[in-house]
């Protein structure tokens, strides 16, 4: 964790202020944005967003232990007073932030590798810090924690002895990627695949990927790129970067390539490579890809493939990420961590591949950030339910309609269909149907909540048992 004498950090934000040269002795130890994060003597950075102020919970941030208070020069005299704390002027409180996690990044001066792409880029992020700490002291990025705010908030978490480091960097707006690249500059870059997300912003998939792209801007000589072939976005545009290329796909074209690829009655792929079958540590056909993509930076990494064979077998993927788990005898499967059309496609595959004694149970929620495609997403979402083995589909949110009357366009049973107004109303149409044996998907875009459903038919089960 970043540490230390003020001092030694403050020339990372630029032209500063503060009241004495004698605050700079103040000894600090992590960093925050949240005020109501007790902290055992951190800065605290007050960061103007969209809903919140930070400055306006700068002395609640005191009051809570932080040391060092950063605001903006231009409300730096209102809280000079501030007791027990240190207050440091700055232009600009995120770039501040930002150049103080590039600053320590710096001194501790790891290998850096960053990873992109619409769908996987956490469970691939996780799946590779895994592999990489067989040889390597491995820092990564936590949770979810990949954009401009989050990243400067993981490094500073990272330990000193940090030996490589590994980022997910996500977007919603063109230059975002651009920014994250310029300040941190990892030497390995992975593109995973492009697909319709974001669209309320970016308005089309070309948009994504050259937002996506931004990725390869400024490679240095010794840089890599590793990129999936198999998605024609990436394939289409790869061809214009005259960089280091390590490519992954299903075709033995490619430099990393399986064998062959099949699935088993319990939703896992198996991957033959180098004559192994691999099994996948996470449901789901379209997580093979995820996984030639970590094998690939392994490769470059020059990870013993035994290693690496190893730590895709030990991998447990992170919460409501096809996290499958038996409950009073109803296997549940939560992917409700984020949604969107392809992603959503893939779940619906794999619980078609798998072997159950009961029936195939679906809970869909909206599939967010779609913007003027959102009705047609969810429309062919529909139609892709209509030709799979569903015996019951439980419909939330504001599109649950469009995609009912898709689906039923597309000759699906109506009376399989279900409307739950909300998260009550869906769990109790499913204790009243789930016996077991049967077999329940969770599906819907972070902002639904989703895993409310998970966690109150549990406690409804619980009681009736």
């Known amino acids: 964790m970043i540490g230390g004498l003020l001092k030694e950090f403050a020339p990372a934000f630029g032209e500063y202020i503060v009241d004495s040269p004698a605050k700079l002795e103040t000894v600090f130890s992590g960093v925050t944005i949240d005020s109501r994060v007790k902290s055992s003597g951190g800065i605290f950075f007050c960061i103007k967003g969209e809903k919140f102020d930070g ?71 996780s799946l590779l810090a895994n592999l990489l700490a067989a040889k390597y002291r491995t820092c990564a990025t936590r ?3 990949n954009n401009q705010f989050g990243v400067p908030l993981s490094i500073f978490e990272f330990t000193r002895d940090c030996e490589v480091a590994v980022f997910e960097f996500a977007m919603s707006t063109p230059g975002e990627i651009k920014r994250l690249v310029e300040l941190f500059a990892p030497e390995i870059r992975v593109i995973l695949n492009i697909g319709p997300a974001h669209l309320e912003t970016l308005k089309t998939i070309d948009a994504v990927a050259e937002a ?37 796909g299903t075709s033995p074209e490619y430099d990393v390539h399986p064998d062959e690829v099949r699935m088993n009655g319990a939703g896992r792929a198996h991957l033959l490579y180098h004559g192994d079958d691999i099994t996948m540590p996470v449901l789901g056909l379209h997580h093979v890809s995820n996984c030639l993509a970590a094998i690939s930076v392994a490769k470059l990494m020059e990870i013993p493939y035994a290693l690496v064979k190893s730590g895709i077998a030990s991998f447990v993927p992170a919460g409501n990420r096809m996290t499958s788990g038996e409950y009073q005898g109803v296997t549940i499967i939560n992917d409700a961590y984020n ?83 909300d998260h009550s109303a869906a769990v109790e149409l499913l204790a009243n149907y789930l016996k077991s044996g049967d077999l329940l998907l969770l599906k819907a875009s972070r902002g639904i909540k989703l895993e409310l459903v998970e966690q109150g038919l549990k406690a409804t089960l619980g009681r009736r048992n």
Request: contains cysteine.
């Open 212 to 248: 996506k792209f931004e990725m390869l801007q400024d490679c240095r000589p010794g840089d890599w790129v590793v990129l999936n072939m198999d998605d024609p976005q990436i394939r289409s545009r790869s061809y214009r970067y005259k960089v280091n290329k390590m490519t992954y």
């Open 143 to 145: 949770g979810n924690l």
């Open 339 to 421: 949604s969107n059309p392809v992603s959503a496609k893939g779940a619906l595959d794999t619980i078609a591949s798998m072997k159950v004694t009961g029936r195939k149970v679906v809970v869909f929620g909206d599939m967010l950030e779609l913007g003027d495609k959102a009705e047609e997403y969810h429309a062919e979402l529909g139609r892709k339910i209509a030709a799979s083995k569903v015996d019951l589909l439980v419909l939330l949110g504001a599109f649950s309609a469009v995609v009912r009357d898709a689906a039923t366009g597309a000759g699906f049973d109506a009376t399989k269909i279900s409307m739950a107004t």
């Open 55 to 125: 400055h306006d919970f700068a002395r609640d941030a005191a009051a809570n232990g932080s040391t060092v208070i950063v605001v903006a020069k231009s409300q730096f005299s209102q809280f000079a007073d501030i007791t027990g704390a240190t207050v440091i002027g700055v232009d600009d409180t995120l770039e501040a932030m930002q150049q103080l996690a590039r600053f320590y990044l710096d001194l501790i001066a790891p290998r850096r590798i960053a990873i992109t792409g619409t769908n996987g880029k956490t469970t691939t992020k």
